[in-house]
């Protein structure tokens, strides 16, 4: 046999790791297709495996098999003549389980059809669904238009979409959660006619004082002002922590032993609720984390990913294809001019390096001045607006949004200018993507961190001691200061949702048709939107931070969450297919998803921070809520806890004592390192299975080179040595 | 099935099931795609397995592959002759490799045949230059189409030949999160 063939066999038997052995059973007599059947169940290793689990010999799976449609059909032939001579049992168990298998499909198509907003996302993202295939004739050109004007959005834009709707389910569930433990008793146990405790502690009647209903005449205007700042008849209703009573029922009745604690059932469920969404946050990391490490990080092998995986075969229409391969030209340049700079880096004289150098470190001062002048008017704002709260009308309503607008406009204007600063900086573009995240994240989060600083500040009165020492907070100003904190956290929310509903209506409809009806050089400079996925997302994790932070003294809050997320999911899709174009830059979106989740999980411990500071620190007040008579929120717990009986307390004790909890850290432990050692175990294997890789191919080059040299040697031996 | 239809016997359709990833609909379907390309050439009735063959160009000239860069490549790989000559064996074969629910394997094996233009079984530097000029419609300039090969290369070899064998090229398709997403064609 020919050197040529030789090879054709070594390069392609099934597995695709060609041994000697294999390469002899090649070059054997018996018909190249049986040895081909032979080997074929190597390469679809999956389903034969099914197969051959099952007991029965290891039938083939034609539909995964390399070979021309005539043989797939002739083989299938010679299946179907053997079947009768098996043993019956193995062709029920074949039709068992394509029937299996069919059924799953259809499960999967069925379920899929009830998942959130599937075909949404899947039209964004750019794959198209099996069963819409089934499309009658005269619609699918249309669909097929469709499809090529709004072109491939990415797997970028399509994560911010998957984040939203996971966020919109989140919010939902801790709704119901909250409802069924909270809410619903509370509006029985009213209803039923129970009346509020008052407040048994030995405090003045100044403390006990509040009185959120409007006095008088209200004006019909006010309603709506009272709508968007949580005041007037909105201040003294189930969506704010005053509203709730401290009743505790305990019934003993024949037969049945009710009792239900609304104080603990609050706590708890602000407690569970947290928990939950700790534990939602990091299953979800965990998926995405599997899928970064198996496909090794994004950034390595990125030229030989994009040469041969950048292309989507499914685009359809001139457009979109222009555009994929400007998509995948500009990727490539991305990664030609790191390296051009890497290059140039490596070049640069001294007296260069240390001016950049020092260039940098003078930028990165003056983002982080920026940044804090942001923080100093958003703390101003807030004291600003908390002074002047009880200006009536439109100024008045101005002022109580005073701290959530500065937040809004810092958000908006500093990364802009962040921005500029980057264009001096001249990092690499993937170290300058990251700065610029690490500094969007750092301003969203810790501005809300400065509002809440700042009005506990106020509720604590660290500038007017005078006024606390009545009441352990500043009752004067706040009579229920948990309201007036769920007060500002609803307006941020709801600022949010007004101030992305106006961006879209205001200046993104009309940017559109400004672009699409006006040419002149300005606009075309300026051209349509391009959905940009960070600032979109850090967007998405401030509102979901809020409400975590707002959850414990509005319980409401994740209701108008999933409401205001919902609202946002329509409004993003409509101006994603109408006003913005594809982007040029796609968003690498399997190591950004990781990123995400930090930054949302960075947000949970923020809001984490509040809710123990809260239920630990500060007193409750005196005259509403659930906790009116107890020195903190927290000390409900133990109060309950005394109420147990004997084997439950002495069980808790136990759990909570050292004799548990120190064999429970050392077994953790035990089991932390196990993991890493495993983890660190199958690193080396796949870098020695690498290694060995690299050997066999050495190995084969070498033998066929010894081929090569023996062959003009003895041309007649050749045949008998080999065989 | 409802409909009676003359096009296929049910055992061809049954061995058509069993060979590719479609169902009776779809199959049927793409039978009348097929049919759309060359209404003259292509007859109705396939029961008695007839022997039609459809050039390149008329296969080329579907909506689905009309912009693909590598249309005449993905033809000839499914070819038997290799000219691009496709029957409706290879048509109804092609589809299904490249259909959502073809195994990442097999969709490796064909796409290693696509990129493969002077079909050695390597990918060799010539191939990739060929497919990087396809993707970027030429727009870089040949130093740098050179960089990037050299560069490709050099992350996916693993036996150190300066090309890439199918081993190379499985190893690092099973790296690429989607790959089973793009290389699908809908129809």
């Known amino acids: 046999m020919t050197i040529e063939q030789q090879r054709q066999g070594l390069a392609f038997s099934g597995s695709g790791h060609p041994t000697d052995q294999e390469s002899l059973r090649f070059r054997r007599v018996s018909s190249r297709m049986s040895t081909q059947i032979y080997h074929e169940p190597n390469s679809s290793t999956s389903l034969a495996q099914e197969e051959e689990q099952s007991g029965s010999e290891p039938t083939l799976e034609l539909r995964n098999t390399v070979f021309p449609m005539a043989l797939k059909k002739a083989a299938r032939q010679v299946q179907q003549m053997q079947v009768p001579a098996q043993f019956n049992g193995g062709s ?110 030995d405090v003045s009647s100044e403390c006990l004082k509040y009185d959120p209903n409007p006095q008088g005449l209200v004006v019909f205007y006010e309603f709506f ?53 700790l534990i939602c946050i990091i299953v979800r990391m965990g998926k995405a984390a599997r899928v970064a490490v198996t496909t090794g990080g994004s950034d390595v092998r ?5 040469v041969f995986t950048g292309w989507d075969y499914g685009c359809l229409g001139s457009k979109a294809t222009k555009l994929k391969q400007r998509n995948i030209y500009y990727r490539l340049q991305v990664d030609l001019e790191e390296e051009r700079l890497k290059k140039h880096a490596a070049s640069l004289t001294l007296c260069n390096k240390v001016t950049l150098h020092s260039l940098r470190v003078l930028m990165f001062f003056v983002a982080v001045g920026l940044i804090v002048a942001t923080f100093l008017a958003i703390a101003r704002a807030t004291t600003f607006s908390q002074e002047n709260s009880h200006v009536p009308g439109i100024l008045g309503l101005f002022y109580t949004y005073l701290p959530s607008i500065v937040i809004t406009l810092g958000n908006f204007l500093v990364p802009l200018l962040c921005d500029q600063i980057a264009l001096l900086e001249k990092y690499p573009p993937s170290a300058t993507v990251v700065v610029a995240l690490l500094r969007a994240v750092v301003l ?57 509903i106006a961006l879209l209506v205001l200046v993104e409809f009309p940017r559109r048709m400004v672009v699409d009806h006006w040419s002149c050089k300005l606009t075309q400079w300026v051209g349509r939107q391009e959905f940009v996925v960070p600032s979109n997302v850090l967007g998405l994790v401030y509102g979901q931070t809020v409400v975590w932070t707002g959850a414990l003294f509005c319980p409401l809050l994740p209701l108008i969450n999933t409401v205001k997320f919902v609202i946002l999911f329509y409004c993003k899709k409509i101006t994603l297919f109408y006003n913005c174009r594809p982007a040029l830059r796609t968003f690498r979106s399997t190591s950004s998803a990781i990123f995400f989740l930090a930054v949302l999980l960075f947000g949970w411990i923020l809001a984490l921070v ?6 630990a620190v500060i007193h409750p007040s005196f005259a509403c809520g659930p906790f009116r008579s107890f020195f903190r929120m927290w000390k409900i717990v133990p109060e309950s806890f005394s109420t147990l009986p004997e084997g439950a307390r002495d069980f808790l004790f136990f759990i909570g004592s050292q004799a548990f909890s120190i064999p429970l850290f050392a077994i953790s432990c035990v089991f932390m390192c196990y993991f890493i050692a495993l983890a660190s175990i199958y690193g080396k294997s796949v870098a020695m299975l690498r290694a060995q890789l690299k050997l066999a191919g050495q190995d084969k080059q070498f033998l066929v080179k010894q081929i090569e040299k023996m062959k003009p040697l003895s041309p007649q031996h050749n045949e008998g040595e080999q065989d | 099935m409802g409909n009676k239809q ?24 793409l039978h009348s795609r097929y049919h759309e390309l060359a209404p003259h050439l292509v007859p109705m009735d396939y029961t008695n397995e007839p022997d039609c063959k459809l050039p390149l160009a008329l296969i080329v000239d579907m909506p689905e592959l009309k912009e693909n860069p590598f249309r005449n490549r993905i033809v000839e790989s499914f070819s038997e002759d290799g000219m691009g000559n496709l029957s409706f064996n290879e048509f109804v074969d092609m589809f299904s490799v490249l259909s959502e629910m073809a195994p990442r394997e097999l969709k490796a094996i064909y796409a290693f045949k696509i990129y493969d233009y002077n079909v050695d079984n390597y990918l060799c530097k010539e191939d990739l230059e060929k497919t990087l000029n396809k993707l970027t419609k030429e727009e870089l300039t040949p130093e740098e189409v050179e960089l990037v090969c050299e560069k490709a290369i050099e992350e996916a070899d693993l036996d150190g030949d300066n090309k890439l064998s199918y081993a190379d090229f499985e190893n690092m398709i099973t790296r690429a999160p989607d790959f089973l997403s793009t290389f699908h064609i809908r129809i």
């Not at chain 1, 990125?302 to 994009?306: A, E, L, P």
């Not at chain 1, 352990?472 to 949702?497: A, I, P, R």
């Not at chain 1, 509040?610 to 239920?615: G, K, L, N, R």
Request: positive net charge; hydrophobic residues 45%.
């Open chain 1, 444 to 500: 969203r989060l810790v501005s809300l961190g400065i509002l809440l600083f700042t009005l506990w500040k106020q509720i604590m009165c660290h500038d007017s001691r005078d006024k606390c020492n009545l009441c352990h907070y500043n009752h004067e100003d706040y009579q229920c200061w948990e309201t007036s904190v769920g007060q500002e956290m609803y307006k941020l929310t709801l600022f949010d949702l007004l101030v992305s």
């Open chain 1, 225 to 277: 002002l009272d709508l968007l700042s949580g005041t007037g008849f909105m201040e003294y209703s189930y969506l704010f922590y005053g509203y709730y009573n401290n009743s505790v029922i305990v019934t003993s009745l024949v037969g049945s032993h009710f009792s239900y604690n609304i104080p603990l059932a609050y706590l708890l469920t602000a407690v569970f609720y947290f928990a939950f969404c």
């Open chain 2, 6 to 29: 003359t096009i296929f016997t049910d055992e061809q359709l049954d061995a058509y099931q069993d060979c590719t990833f479609f169902t009776r609909k779809e199959i049927l379907r």
């Open chain 1, 302 to 306: 990125s030229y030989s990913m994009i």
């Open chain 1, 92 to 201: 029920w168990k074949q039709k068992r389980i394509k029937f299996v298998r069919q059924f799953k499909s259809n499960v999967r198509e069925f379920l899929y059809f009830f998942s959130l907003w599937g075909k949404t996302l899947q039209k964004i993202g750019g794959r198209n669904l099996v069963y819409a295939s089934k499309q009658p004739q005269r619609l699918r050109p249309r669909w097929q238009t469709l499809l090529s004007l709004t072109g491939n959005f990415g797997g970028g834009v399509q994560s911010y979409f998957i984040f939203l709707r996971f966020l919109v389910i989140l919010n939902f569930v801790s709704f119901l959660l909250i409802a069924g433990f909270v809410l619903i008793p509370s509006i029985v146990f009213r209803s039923v006619g129970i009346k509020p405790e008052s407040s048994k502690a």
């Open chain 1, 610 to 615: 509040v809710m123990i500071y809260s239920v």
